[in-house]
């Protein structure tokens, strides 16, 4: 396998070349000297080690070399193209409710607007401002010369054809901007007129089929520059872009297609010409029956949907049938983001369930209970307890550090500093409301056994067995400065829950119970 | 002159074609029919007329047709591009009061933001998220997982290098952002460190340079898409892009540039070879000493740069100084249209300017005062009443509609409606509370002569006369109905003064006097 020197180097993870805390790269790519090579190779633990010419050693994991390649997921190699019949079965959509409670429903809208280019959440209370709230559950809001959101109904004065009743033909919004806003949301408040319904068009799909139609139609609208502009009394917008955008590979990766902002081209007469043959033939494509999907926004909906590849459409409507959209833009990217970040506390949760399901089910540590059982008995008794959720939580999870295969490790007499390794391992995503605890809660019973009389001889035998291993009861000063410690009065309640949770007899409820409660903290 | 069909057709300006309230077109490209032709083409008057095969009819003034091409000036062909010797004589700065006061020393700004990439505002106050208030007076902050603002000192656990003390190289920032943020703004509120200066390269200097003296390097840099990656608990982003990209017609339009927050590539190894030797040709460029201009940041000062053009770097600085800077992002687009109204508006003042100084200057309707004269009475009149901003205004271009040689029309007995000219031409650049008594001041006339005992008898000659070209004296029902529109008290006030100032011996300030009065009601 050839090994780029300078692209294996550029990769090297140790702690001299990233930064432990960020992951961020601490040199510059100037900083490796000319003719660098590899002096030698050798592979062992499933690792490729490298000493470099410069005396420098690197270690790689082998499956990160084995890795294949991925890409951003915004081109049309990330997008699942469709046509309306494709979603004859339904588009997608999700319950406002169930969307907030559960990463799985949310990953799977988010998912769909990145996949699909569009998703409609059901139920959001139609209030106004609403839409922002929407927005701020995946990113941030992209404010324009249209407010931080913006009013779609009809005006006395409109600066802009979506303020009027009038139909308007699919497009993208905003194309004078660059940036142009990626994202758009429109969340109905009420919609009693007749018509006003809407109608979504995959653009890429469309430039897809323009490709496939007539290839030299397709070259002529990625290579022209067109000029979209808006102008008002304050505004004064102009971004030259093409209909079609490519990325580096060729791949059509954005349209803009609004040609009520199209200002004028300035070519020679046969380039325009050619363009606007193009531009009418990929118009054409654009209202083709079979790619206008339709349906109707009702009070409470809100659509989201990716601006720079679905175009959008309205009907026209009656001016005296009420209809009042808000709408806001946002952009992809925090939206992807979240849908990453979302993966990750889903496969986490994946991950303590199969914990408790499977290895938890085993002996804990010589208790009349299994670790699984302990552990949902801590978070049941800080839950009848009326403890807020960082507490519930930290006491259902207080042992995870054990989990892994470490915990024989404490009864054969070896300290395996199971809280730190809980703690660190649930950092990755829970805050030091519930981290902290967790790692604190050995020193809390090291603690309770040095201030609170009677509290020792209520240890269970195994518990007064590790106590031991880990360091015997806190003297006065060690238990002193543990008082002081921001945490502590939360550390001492989850370890009484702790030493309570131990009743062969108790019936607790499954980890399922806890799951919403641990999803809403991971924040 | 060939003038191709369609696209001369696209760009018909009738009221048919375009919606006069908001300029935007009215029809679909696709609502024009096949095999369109113009039938006849007759210029007169400045104009091309054309009789179109469909039986519309378009006219276009000729200028129009003559306009050259213009661009966005977003790619390198709208640039100054730099090296540090080029700011000898001192970088584009201004001072914070006189930049909100004037729009001239504004546009400067703005406009060395577009083309030179970056401006340092001095005495901005060094007060918390005034940086915030710097991006508001051009467009609009985009936040990100940095928040709406961000703070560069050094922190216990930062999640971003920018975060410590240590040197950081020439980079943008936020490549990992897709849209990236293109506009930075960095606001020194401390700066007492020993180190901690700042520098600036310019990005497209130095990719022209790389394309001077390694085409295929070049070639290399704008095609390969890198994945910038950045990841923490709550986030997880990445956008694949070239760190050279172009526009459709092979300009420099965007540079990224961070080793930092380089993902690893995933390509055949002869390909990696090209990449990385092109990448570190590159990256040696940017750190080129006539490359870098630097500058040190004291409290108060402000930077404002081109985050997809220029790169900032940092010296180190020692950890005892202090040092505090507070970031924010925004955008070009912004920027720009803020730039190019702020333009127009000069323009607008420097064409009021010439009409008091010239035709002003001219004998006013038979009155012992010229127009300028009197307008400018009738602004001192408000001004010395205490009147605020906007009816000082209003008193001042009261009048503006006789301006453009209609004035005569008046004389001669035929109603030149100046007062809705006057408030129509001044619609473009001020709001309603302006327009409006200017709009209705004639009217006022008319109402006093009919609620005010002795008012007409003190009209001066001139004023009679025009009164019975106007109407007249209205009829009581008329009188109620004005008195009962919002804009009413206004406009009487205006009308007394308007009445008032005609004293041939009145000493007068200038226009240049008003000028920042009107500047400050153009919002």
């Known amino acids: 396998m050839p090994l780029p020197p300078y692209w294996l180097r550029d990769n090297c993870p140790c702690g001299e070349c990233r930064d432990p805390r960020n992951g961020q790269k601490l040199f510059q ?14 592979e062992a633990d499933g690792h ?9 050693r690197s270690r790689y994991p082998l499956d990160w ?14 997008k699942r193209l469709w046509q309306a019949a494709d979603f004859a079965a339904g588009i997608p ?8 409670g559960d990463p799985v429903e949310q990953a799977a809208v988010l998912g769909a607007v990145l996949r699909s280019g569009f998703a409609v959440l059901r139920g959001v209370p139609p209030v106004e401002g609403q839409v922002l709230a929407v927005a701020r559950t995946f990113g941030y809001v992209r404010e324009t010369n249209y407010g931080e959101l913006f009013d779609v109904r009809v005006e006395a004065d409109p600066n802009n054809l979506a303020f009027t009743s009038a139909a ?7 194309p004078y901007r660059d940036p142009v806003p990626t994202l758009q949301l429109l969340h109905c408040l009420d919609n009693s007129a007749v018509g006003g319904d809407s109608g979504l068009v995959d653009g890429f799909r469309a430039a897809a089929a323009l490709r496939e139609e007539a290839p030299e139609d397709f070259a002529v609208l990625t290579r022209t520059l067109v000029p979209f502009v808006f102008r008002d009394r304050g505004t004064e917008l102009r971004a030259d872009r093409p209909l079609i955008g490519l990325d580096a590979l060729g791949r059509i990766r954005e349209v803009r297609f609004n040609n009520r902002s199209i200002g004028t081209l300035r070519l020679p007469a046969a380039e325009l010409d050619a363009f606007y043959a193009a531009y009418r033939r990929f118009a054409a494509i654009t209202l083709r029956p079979e790619l206008q999907l339709e349906f109707r926004l009702g009070p409470g909906d809100c ?8 175009l959008h459409a309205r009907t026209a409507f009656e001016q005296n049938g009420s209809r009042h959209l808000q709408g806001c833009y946002a952009d992809l990217d925090s939206l992807a983001s979240a849908f990453a970040v979302l993966n990750r506390r889903i496969a986490a949760l ?21 670790m699984a059982g302990h552990m949902l008995q801590a978070g049941a008794l800080a839950e009848a307890a009326g403890a807020p959720p960082h507490l519930v939580a930290a006491a259902l999870l207080h042992d995870v550090g054990h989990f892994g295969g470490t915990g024989l490790d404490l009864m054969e007499g070896r300290d395996n500093r199971h809280s730190d390794a809980g703690a660190d391992w649930l950092a990755q995503w829970f805050g030091p409301e519930v981290t902290g605890p967790v790692r604190l809660h050995v020193a809390a019973k090291r603690y309770l056994c040095t201030v609170e009389a009677g509290y020792r001889a209520r240890l269970s035998e195994a518990s007064e067995f590790t106590l031991q291993v880990q360091g015997g009861p806190m003297t006065d000063e060690q238990a002193a400065a543990f008082a002081a410690l921001p945490g502590a009065a939360d550390a001492v309640a989850v370890r009484r829950w702790d ?8 019936a607790t409820p499954g980890f399922g119970h806890f799951r919403p409660l641990l999803a809403a903290l991971m924040g």
Chains 1, 2 share one sequence.
């Open 350 to 370: 994946d991950t303590i369930a199969e914990y408790f399901e499977g290895e938890g089910a085993a002996e804990y540590l010589g208790e009349a209970v299994t």
């Open 29 to 42: 790519i100037t900083d490796l000297p000319e003719d660098l090579t590899i002096d030698e190779r050798t």
């Open 65 to 78: 070399l084995a890795q294949e390649p991925s890409g951003d997921g915004r081109s049309e190699a990330g």
């Open 499 to 506: 030493e309570e949770a131990k009743d062969a007899d108790a």
């Open 303 to 310: 659509l989201i949907f990716d601006n720079v590849r679905l």
């Open 48 to 56: 490729l080690a490298v000493l470099w010419s410069d005396g420098h």
């Open 93 to 100: 959509e999700a319950d406002w409710d169930a969307y907030l």
């Open 168 to 174: 308007i033909a699919p497009h993208s919004d905003n």
